[in-house]
């Protein structure tokens, strides 16, 4: 009988024993996986906040990459909709079927909505028992409609909490197709949320501290993921005048000295290499005609990302009340680059050329990308005539000051060259982060994104679901860099709009749609001037041969898919 007793007492410790090591959903597990925020800001350059160059300020974003660690060589997918399903799937856009924008083209990498041969980072964290919360952008999903199919909206994709946009882009003051959990909802009929100025990005914000209250209220005894996807800085420019007016004069010397004085920043920082050159600019200051109108918005732009940090700072704060901060793993990073596309800029439009139209009942929904009216029935204007920053504008910021944004690098979004996929990745996470500060060189894909967070979280990433198999996860886990070791990575891979690139160790082969490899030494050339297509023949036909072969198997080929039948 003693026996019996020994035998059962051990049997139970060596059960809860197991259970301590290997259970995910476990109490001690739980207080020791981290909680993750996933952070993403939408349509900015690499050296637009403080911490990689810019003299936008965004003192928490600056703090946090101070405390935390900082990427060099990090990099999107060079446009918002296959930059978030690739961001939430762990694999390239294609794989997850969104290898263009929300729109079927025929072929199963672009079908425009998000696929069921993959997992989301929010179906793969709950499974392990993390809480999941969203806050922001979806746009990964042709589901528009209030009434229509919501199979791929966030809270059937593993959310447990959303409030957000469905759709890519819209008023920042009257949001298309706004929604709380599964009910669209309009801003000026929501009962849960009243504030005296309705403002999207505050909005994205205010929703993020309040998952994270409620979480430590009634979940805290699990660890949660959210994700953070900010609309700003895309257009339109739409800011609150009391920031507008912060960076008032900040940008009267025109584009070239304030690319001219981010580079030398960053060169200070060692975000780039001290002989970096700077690419060519992409318009003369001189040939500016209409002075107030430009300088007018980048002051907007700079007033957007300054809001959102404070916002950020709130998400913060609300941590730190909480006692959960330290053991918060923070990601920080932009969907593509600067935005180059010169959308609302054209012609002159007077205020007063346009009468008031009808009003806008409270509860009906705002569907349209740009609105024809405000909700008390103004026209929304666009055109050089009209100050960008109030809700009746419509306007975006251009291409030369998305040069300034991607500064030093070529191109912008839509393109793979430098200046269309960098990004800042700024994690930060006291408790699992011991570089405080430092900087990493190596290169890293948003891919790794979803590996990490499996990583951390002790999750599993399935092989199959119901049968159906699911495509294994392309990125790696970015632990090793947190450690200061390298991570473990033959290439990164892209294709948009038929421009495509690879990426091996320094070298870095790129294209424009329709146009012929270009070869460059990104160690000693990361401003892509010096093209060796034509001295490396050899090189350029191994990586070439790579390229094929990931494009062939990631449902990328043919090239030219995106643009439909013709």
Known sequence: MKMNRRFIGFALLLAVTTALIVGNQTLADDAARPNIILIMSDDMGFSDIGCYGGEIETPVLDGLAADGLRMTQFYNTARCCPTRASLMTGLYPHQAGIGWMTADRGHDGYRGDLNRNCRTIAEVMRSAGYRTYLSGKWHVTKGLKPDGPKNNWPLQRGYDRFYGTIFGAGSFFDPSTLVRDNTMISPVADLEYQPETYYYTDAISDHAVRFVSEHSKSQGEKPFFMYVAYTAAHWPMHALPEDIAKYKGRYDAGYTAIREARLKRMKELGLVAPDCRMSPQAKSWDDVKHREWEIRCMEVYAAMVDNMDRGIGRIVTQLKTDGIFENTLIFFLQDNGGCAEEYGRRGNVARGDRPNLSPMADDEIQLAMQPPKTRDGRPVLTGTGVMPGPDDTYIGYGRGWANVSNTPFREYKHWVHEGGISTPLIAHWPEGIKRGGELDHQPGHLIDIMATCVDLGGAT??????????????????????????????????????????????????????????????????????????????????????????????????????????
């Open 461 to 566: 990433y399935p092989e199959e679901i119901d049968g159906r198999p699911i495509t294994p996860l392309e990125g790696r886990s970015l632990r090793p860099a947190f450690e200061g070791e390298t991570i473990d990575r033959k290439a990164i891979y892209w294709e948009h709009e038929g421009n495509r690139a690879i990426r091996v160790g320094r070298w870095k082969l790129v294209a424009k749609e329709k146009k012929p490899w270009e070869l460059y030494d990104i160690a000693a050339d990361r401003s892509e001037l010096n093209d060796l297509s034509a001295k490396m023949p050899e090189k350029v036909a191994e990586l070439s041969k790579m390229w094929q072969t990931y494009a062939d198997r990631a449902l990328v080929s043919p090239i030219g898919t995106w643009r439909g039948k013709r």
